[in-house]
């Protein structure tokens, strides 16, 4: 695995996110939504911006969108490319947008209100500061030894842990959270280990990311993305195979045609090849 996440990689990491937080709710910290239904695509087609996917998106059983990002720092733009998603949302999805914003253990305070003019926005910030990262990792430490399953609240203190206050920095909770989720038993185990690669992907250094997917080697995740980079491949070994045989079949159409005489930039024309081709076939004909 590499520490740049592939398309097939994001790819099989959204199929986990969707599994860690289907049929769950985030009332545990403080957002009273409905329960999640699924994880819909953040990537919006509008070309004149450069960084236009949002954190996650999540289609709740009442059919509205939470929009939850992720942030370890207080920038004053941050609520400017929030709104722009979300009017972005409506565009395409027309559905009702609710906004969360969750700040890392060491962010007391941000913004969460933005108003120019006839523009008033608003988001609900989740301060992780509230919450104790180095006790809720002893706890869940002790449970996952003795093989206990985990329940909904703290499957997700876990996918979150990295994001709450502690001794150590996001990027070494984010290990030690890795090593715990390795240790769980059943299909929430890969849910979980992928959930935790997309929460941290946005913050983590790229040392620690390579040391993350150290971690993960040998877990189902890793075998998803496996697989999936050889569907791919042969996906593209299909498309380069027509290729290769669209090209075979216009080269000998060429030389047909150079043999009953016709001139080399007709032949170019028909074929579709270029005239320094159509010369080099004509020259092996002689």
Not at 73 to 85: M, P
Not at 174 to 196: C, P, R, S, Y
Not at 267 to 285: F, H, M, N, P, S
Request: proline share 2%; net charge negative.
């Amino acid at each position: 695995m590499e520490a740049e996440v592939t398309r097939q990689a994001n790819d099989v990491i959204m199929k986990a996110v969707a599994g860690a937080f289907k049929d769950k709710t985030l009332k545990i910290f403080g957002l009273d939504t409905p329960r999640i239904k699924a994880v819909i695509p953040t990537v919006l087609p509008v070309l004149e911006v450069k960084e236009n996917r949002t954190d996650y998106i999540f289609l709740l059983e009442d059919d509205t969108l939470l929009h939850l990002e992720f942030m370890t720092t207080v920038t004053g733009e941050a609520l400017k490319r929030f709104a722009l998603y979300d009017v972005r949302l409506i565009n395409r999805d027309d559905r009702e947008v609710n906004t969360a914003v969750v700040y890392s253990g060491r962010i007391k305070k941000a913004p969460d209100r933005l108003e120019k003019g006839s523009i008033n926005y608003k988001v609900t910030n989740v301060y992780m500061k509230d919450y104790d990262g180095d006790e809720e990792y002893r706890k869940l430490q002790e449970k996952i030894s003795r093989n206990e399953s985990l329940h909904e609240e703290e499957i997700l203190k876990l996918v979150f842990l990295s994001l709450m206050k502690s001794s150590l920095t996001e990027d070494q909770m984010a290990l030690q959270a890795a090593e715990l989720a390795k240790n769980m038993t059943g299909e929430i185990k890969t849910f979980v280990i992928g959930a935790l690669v997309a929460v941290t992907d946005r913050f983590m250094s790229e040392d620690y990311k390579k040391r993350l997917l150290e971690v993960l080697k040998m877990t189902q995740i890793e075998q998803w993305i496996r697989q999936e980079g050889i569907k791919e491949g042969i996906k593209e070994g299909i498309k380069e195979g027509i290729k290769e045989g669209e090209i075979k079949g216009k080269m000998e159409t060429a030389r047909i045609a150079l043999k009953k005489g016709l001139p080399e930039d007709l032949v170019a024309e028909i074929t579709g090849l270029d005239q320094e081709t159509v010369r080099r076939l004509k020259a092996e004909l002689n």
